[in-house]
């Protein structure tokens, strides 16, 4: 398996909004290596601003679509990452943690995850996860559905083996 990973030619590319705070970026840079062992390189950019064209003020709150099209945009051809502080809302839902696109890329929101590291890594593995293939799980697993912070708690700061099996089919078939 280490092998083939080796030819892997997955970039990711993390946009990160200089409000985040409880992100210590070289520890994401080596949460991401470690959990996805796949990734041929990651850069960071910690100075995002995030687009005031995006923000709805009716709502109060920044529209997701409106950010991932705007990050995709600066992706290049790599997968991105984008953690912001504000809050998000997708289409009638009331707030989303963040989104995933599969070979896109993720957008997610500290927002509502209680300015707490596992909290922020769960997401991550869910949402990066979705855009790396997988899709909902019900074993107890990162890509379990959460509506809530609830939710969020229950969430296994992991993937269960068979998602661990699919990530690996989907990173082979990247190369
Ligand atoms: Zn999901
Ligand atoms: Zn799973």
């Not at 970039?11 to 985040?20: C, D, G, N």
């Not at 080596?30 to 996805?36: A, D, G, L, Q, R």
């Amino acid at each position: 398996m280490e092998l083939i990973w080796r030819y892997s030619r997955i970039k990711l590319y993390i946009l990160v909004e200089s409000r985040v705070s409880e992100l210590n970026l070289p520890d994401l840079e080596v949460f991401m290596s470690k959990n996805f062992t796949f990734l041929k390189d990651v850069i960071l950019d910690q100075n995002f601003d995030v687009p005031k064209e995006c923000w709805i003020a009716s709502r109060n709150q920044y529209n997701v679509e409106c950010l991932f099209d705007y990050v995709v945009k600066k992706r290049f051809n790599r997968i991105v990452l984008t953690i912001i502080s504000e809050d998000i809302y997708l289409r009638d839902l009331n707030y989303v943690f963040g989104i995933g696109v599969p070979n896109a890329g993720s957008v997610i929101s500290t927002f509502r995850l209680e300015n707490n590291i596992e909290n922020l890594h769960k997401v991550i593995l869910h949402e990066i996860g979705h855009v790396f293939g997988l899709t909902h799980c019900q074993s107890p697993c990162s890509m379990a559905p959460s509506n809530n912070i609830y939710d969020v708690h229950q969430m296994q700061a992991s993937y269960c083996l068979t998602c661990k099996l699919k990530l690996n089919k989907w990173s082979i078939s990247q190369v």
